[in-house]
Structure formats: structure tokens, C-alpha cells
């Protein structure tokens, strides 16, 4: 496989695939900002994404679904800021297509500007973003709320290139309700209270410092309250988190397996584990696992079992999970296949790593 280290490699794309964007800019650097509202199951957000433009260009293509986009502007190099008083969408490819209004040449810099608004859906849909019922310490049911982004699941966050080639910087910010956790990608540069007569209860905003290049589908967050433990046997800190209304104790076994395949890993691969933290999330409803760099999310079953009652049949499942999880940090996370019809190339180098 070929290391991606550009964000955008045209040569390895098919270009006879159905679905694929026009390759007329470039995004470089995405600074997004997302409010959900989990009881309701509304997400607003804001959203800058800075692109290279590669050829003249009269339009900007993205992909965007179950999104309504409420505002947008194009602010050029030189500090112009060009309304744009509609896009237009296409249900069918899932894109919106914004319009210039006049040509962009090759070489320019330019901002795209958007307020927008979604949904969250639930869990079973494994799309976008979703919830699913836990209960707290007092045993009241509540919604946390966690992402889905493979394989086209973050065009129904905030409009993007959903293309595995199409690396890009991330820097988010998230605002919740004060008494949440939020998880993410990176690790928190601030934790910022906020204030508003708007405000049902009060609020903050999380903001994550930047990924490094990644592709779109391994944006993750996990909104919720949270148990947690820790090791600081591996070189960056490796957490398990859980909701209240489970035992943590019974991760304990699953932290150990984490820790061993990132040393296991890191050795093999001969090539560092670049992010500051590794969390590993228990989701309930969540299906399966889904190998998000830095924030790996897992069904709840599979990392949380209580040694007394699982056989060695389900000890060896979470492990094999874990490992493969882990392994798709380096496969599939730091070297990215081209398109959507050879992620099984993760899988499969993912799996092999995992059983050596």
C-alpha cells in the first residue's frame, strides 16, 4: 500500500467510480463547531474549511446529506467575502454544490464559510452522528451521543470531501451541556464555560487541539457522563471510558489488552503512534467497533466483561476486537486506501497485525 501523506492523492482515486468530487479545489484545513442537542436530536454547527484551489473554479462539490445549510459566504485571499445566497443539493449523490458567482484561478487560497443544521439519528442507524439510552448515578435515563463515520457517515455531520484520500487538518470545537463529557480525536486545549439567557442549563465549549492529516470518515466524538480508567504503562495515556450505569472494573481486562497490542504494535509497525492519548469508548447499541484514530468507540458487550461469568470463547473475542482495532491505528488510520472499494485492505493487513 502507499502512504498518503498529501491530503488529496488524484492519481490513486477511480476515476470512473460513481460518487467520486470533481477535483477543482482542495480542503486543507477544517475548523468546525458543533452544539448537539441530544434530547431533541438536533446537531447545529458552523463550519470553515480552507481550500487550495487546483483549477479554475465556478463552483465548490461537497458532500452533504441530511444537512440544511442555513448561511454561506467565500472569503478570498485578498479578504473579499462573496455572498452566496444558495446552494443546491443532490439527494441522490448526497452533495450541495456551492456556487462562486464568478471564477476562483488556480493557485488561489479561499475560505468557505457555512452555518448549517442536522439531526442525530439512533444508534442502530450507525451513521452520522447517534444516540443511545444509558442511565446515570441516579438512575435516570439520559442520550449519549457518539459518531459513525465509515464509511460516508460524516457528510451527515458537517459538510465535507467524505473520501478517504481527501486528508485534511481537523480543529473542532464542541459545546455541551456543562455536566458532559466530550470525547474526540485529540486531547482538550480548553474547557471553556459559556454563558446565555438562551441556555436551558448551563454550557461549555470543548475545544480539541488539531488532528494531524486524517481522513474524513475518522472524525469521532462521545458525548456523555462517563466512568473512566487509566494506564500509563504505554508511552501516551490509554483510558477505557463508560457510562455511570456500568461496572468500570470490568474494562480492566480490556485496558490490559489495549495496552499490550499499542506496545505490540508500535514495535512491529516500526513507526510511532502519533496522537497524545488513546481512548477506548463503550457505547451501548453501538454495533461492533469502529477503529477512529485516537477515539476508538466499541460496543459496550465487547470491552466489558466480568472475568467471573465469560468464557474463554468471549475473552478471546474482546481480545481479537481490541487488537484489531488498535491495528487499524497504523492500517487504515496513518496509511489510508484510495477509495471505498479497497478498505478490505485495512481489514485484511489490520487482521494480520492483530494475530502475529
Known sequence: MR?????????????????????????????????????????????????????????????????EILSTEVIEASGNVIEIPKVHY??????????????????????????????????????????SRYRNTDGKEKWMGSTQGQPTGCRRIFPCTDE????????????????????????????????????????????FNKTPLMSPYLVAFVVGEFNYIESTKYRVPVRVYAAPDQDITTAERALEFGVRAMTHHEKTFGSPYPLPKLDMVAVPGHGGAMENWGCVIYDDKLILRDDSNASA??????????????????????????????????????????VV
Request: net charge negative; glycine share 4%; hydrophobic share 40%.
Open 313 to 354: 470463547q468471549e475473552v478471546y473475542t474482546s481480545a481479537r476486537v481490541i487488537t484489531h482495532e488498535l491495528a487499524h491505528q497504523w492500517f487504515g488510520n496513518i496509511v489510508t486506501t484510495a477509495w471505498w472499494d479497497s478498505t478490505w485492505l485495512n481489514e485484511v493487513s489490520s487482521l494480520l497485525a492483530s
Open 90 to 131: 443532490d439527494k441522490t449523490n448526497e452533495t450541495m454544490m456551492v456556487p462562486l458567482g464568478q471564477e476562483i484561478a488556480a493557485g488561489e487560497k479561499i475560505e468557505l464559510r457555512q452555518s448549517f443544521r442536522g439531526r442525530i439519528n439512533n444508534a442502530k442507524s450507525m451513521a452520522g452522528f447517534n444516540r
Open 164 to 207: 478517504p484520500a481527501a486528508k485534511a487538518i481537523f480543529s473542532f470545537n464542541v459545546i455541551v451541556d456543562e455536566d458532559l463529557t466530550c470525547l474526540g480525536n485529540m486531547d482538550v486545549a480548553a474547557d471553556i464555560s459559556i454563558y446565555s439567557s438562551a441556555f436551558v442549563r448551563p454550557k461549555k465549549k470543548i475545544v
Open 3 to 67: 502512504e498518503q501523506f498529501n491530503p488529496f492523492i488524484g492519481d490513486l482515486r477511480p476515476q470512473n467510480s460513481p460518487g467520486i468530487l470533481p477535483q477543482n479545489v482542495k480542503a486543507t484545513h477544517y475548523e468546525i463547531e458543533l452544539e448537539p442537542d441530544l434530547e431533541n436530536a438536533t446537531l447545529t454547527g458552523s463550519s470553515t474549511i480552507h481550500f487550495s484551489v487546483l483549477e479554475a473554479s465556478t463552483f465548490i462539490l461537497l458532500n452533504c446529506v441530511e444537512i
